[in-house]
Nanobody, 128 residues
């Protein structure tokens, strides 16, 4: 049973950068599509970025396109989310999610219900 643990959240000012990490344990994520979601206070959880199992295909929410970058290293069993040019609206709890290891290869998963495995989340607070 794969477990995911996010880290790297914290407080930042507008324009700052943060790097979130998602480390997997208890199994490999090398064949799983991965995603980063976020949930702001009073709002539904939304997809921020997603990557295929190889990392060659990615998808970003329009609100973060050009500012956030998802990457992965299957040898390290880790996925990252680089957050640049942070904005106040980026304040949220950020969650890492893993798709099924037996899922179709090469696909990017964009719906929340496609991800069976979730981390506990890491808080990102952007304030001036």
């Amino acid at each position: 049973q794969v477990q995911l643990e996010e880290s790297g959240g914290g407080k930042a000012q507008p324009g700052d950068s943060l790097t979130l990490s998602c480390a997997a344990s208890g199994g490999t994520i090398s064949s799983a599509a991965m995603g980063w979601f976020r949930q702001a206070p009073g709002k539904e959880r939304e997809l921020v970025a997603a990557t295929s199992y190889s990392g060659r295909s990615t998808h970003y929410a329009n609100s973060v396109k050009g500012r956030f970058t998802i990457s992965r290293d299957n040898a390290q069993n880790t996925v990252w989310l680089q957050l640049d040019s942070l904005q106040l609206e980026d304040t949220a709890v950020y969650y890492c999610a893993a798709g099924p290891t037996s899922g179709p290869r090469g696909m990017v998963l964009i719906r929340e219900n496609q991800y069976p495995t979730w981390g506990q989340g890491t808080q990102v607070t952007v304030s001036s």
